[in-house]
């Protein structure tokens, strides 16, 4: 991926993370979830999320959540 179309990627993280809170706090939870998985996507294609982030968020989605 070349850094232009890596630039305009990261540019739609922050809408992304808008979109998600306004759903959650509208209560529409389960599409936040989906919105997150988009976002987890996008950073993993742009090699931008730590393995700790990953399988934290393994965790979360499989219910096994460690506080």
């Known amino acids: ?3 232009l179309s890596a ?3 990261r540019n739609v993280l922050p ?7 306004l759903l ?5 939870s389960f599409a936040g ?4 998985l988009a976002i987890m996507q ?8 730590s393995e700790d982030e ?3 968020f393994s965790n979360v989605l499989s ?4 506080d």
């Open 24 to 28: 959650v706090s509208g209560g529409v």
């Open 42 to 49: 996008l950073r993993l294609s742009l090699h931008e999320i």
């Open 7 to 9: 630039r305009r990627l």
């Open 54 to 56: 990953l399988s934290e």
């Open 33 to 36: 979830h989906l919105v997150d």
């Open 1 to 3: 991926m070349d850094e």
């Open 63 to 66: 219910g096994e959540r460690r």
């Open 15 to 21: 809408v992304l993370v808008e979109q998600r809170n």
